[in-house]
Structures are given as C-alpha cells and as structure tokens.
T-cell receptor
Framework: DAGVIQSPRHEVTEMGQEVTLRCKPISGHNSLFWYRQTMMRGLELLIYFNNNVPIDDSGMPEDRFSAKMPNASFSTLKIQPSEPRDSAVYFC??????????????FGPGTRLTVL | EDQVTQSPEALRLQEGESSSLNCSYTVSGLRGLFWYRQDPGKGPEFLFTLYSAGEEKEKERLKATLTKKESFLHITAPKPEDSATYLCAVFSGSARQLTFGSGTQLTVLP
C-alpha cells in the first residue's frame, strides 16, 4: 500500500501566483481531508469530502482557497492568488469511514508551501 | 468551541526515564480523543482512539488513558526512537471534526 500521496512535496512561489496542491488518497477510502499546519496555529482542518462530496469547508480561510475532488482517487487544493501568510505545510489525509474524522485518519507526507 | 491544551510543550528524557504527556480538553459532547505521533518532515501517524472516561489503550511502550477532563500518554522506559511530536485531538458532537492540540515535542536522549 503506497499510502496517501501528495505532490509537490515542496513549492516555492511568489505572491500573487496560483498554487495547486495535489492528493491521491488510499484506494478504497471514502473520506478525504485537507489540513494546514503552522507553528502559530498548529494543525487546522480546511475542508473534508465524503464520497467525493464536500461536507464541511468552514475551515477554508478565504475565497482565495478552493478544493475539488473530481473522483475517488484525486483531489486538489488551489490557492489563487497566493499570499505570504499562506506559507505552511499542507497535509492531505484519508479515512475508510465517512464520519467526519471520527475514525483513524491516514496522513500524507505533506506539501511545504513557501510564498515569497 | 472545542479547545485542546497539551503540556508540556517540550520534554527531554533520558533513555529509560518514564514520564507522561498531558492533554486537557474542553468540548461539548466528546465523541473520541485521538493520539497521533508526528516525526519531523512527515504527516501525523495514528496511535490511539479513546471513547469514554476510564478507557485505557496500550501499544508497546505507550499507554493512553482518559478522564472526563484530560488524557495522559504514559511512556514507559522510552527509547531514542520514541522521539517525536505527540499530538492530541478531540472529536465532539458539536464540532463534528477533529480539533488538534499544539503537541508535545518529546526528545529521548541515549
């Protein structure tokens, strides 16, 4: 089992540019979560999907952030335009259950985003 | 709003020196408390879920316990490979999503 796959692992971009982060969940998992981790705020849930449908996006900080899950094996998190305060590590996680995080989640290795 | 506070922020132990990490929480309707381990440059890795006060779970040198206000992660005779950041998270009936604490960074010296 390859686990949750995220790409790119590192992204450095300039303020105002569009950034797209990608995630491939574990095959057969029904839920997918996007988190952001910073020193100041710790690990925060941005959005999660059940069976490819967005359930709760209340953690998405602004309209500059958007997430899609076109099929069960792929999701994207897009930031447009990016700002320096978006610099963080972004994690994708998946779970075999559709309970909003009530069960074990499997995290990917993360994407370290730096916005200059 | 669910709140999770972990202490201490950092802990340095000698190999074999047992200790405990604390996670105190304020939630409305706790459904589950989770412990995760995070190594540098990696995503969190699931350790335990506790569902009700009085419940205990063990895995190798780790033992997690739960009361109505807090959870402890006891580490018995730790080894250097136990060095990591340990994250606590709660799932409540009101928030219906995981709320993470800021973590305890554990360093075990050989």
């Amino acid at each position: 089992d390859a686990g949750v796959i995220q790409s790119p692992r590192h992204e450095v971009t300039e303020m105002g540019q569009e950034v797209t982060l990608r995630c491939k969940p574990i095959s057969g998992h029904n839920s997918l979560f996007w988190y952001r981790q910073t020193m100041m705020r710790g690990l925060e849930l941005l959005i999660y999907f059940n069976n490819n449908v967005p359930i709760d996006d209340s953690g998405m900080p602004e309209d500059r952030f958007s997430a899609k899950m076109p099929n069960a094996s792929f999701s994207t998190l897009k930031i447009q335009p990016s700002e320096p305060r978006d610099s963080a590590v972004y994690f994708c996680a998946s779970s075999p259950h559709t309970s909003g995080g009530y069960n074990e989640q499997f995290f990917g290795p993360g994407t370290r985003l730096t916005v200059l | 709003e669910d709140q999770v506070t972990q202490s201490p922020e950092a802990l340095r132990l000698q190999e074999g020196e047992s200790s405990s990490l604390n996670c105190s929480y304020t939630v409305s309707g706790l459904r589950g408390l989770f412990w995760y381990r995070q190594d540098p440059g990696k995503g969190p890795e699931f350790l335990f879920t506790l569902y009700s006060a009085g419940e205990e779970k063990e895995k190798e040198r780790l033992k997690a316990t739960l009361t109505k206000k807090e959870s402890f992660l006891h580490i018995t005779a730790p080894k250097p490979e136990d060095s990591a950041t340990y994250l606590c998270a709660v799932f409540s009936g009101s928030a219906r999503q995981l709320t993470f604490g800021s973590g305890t960074q554990l360093t075990v010296l050989p």
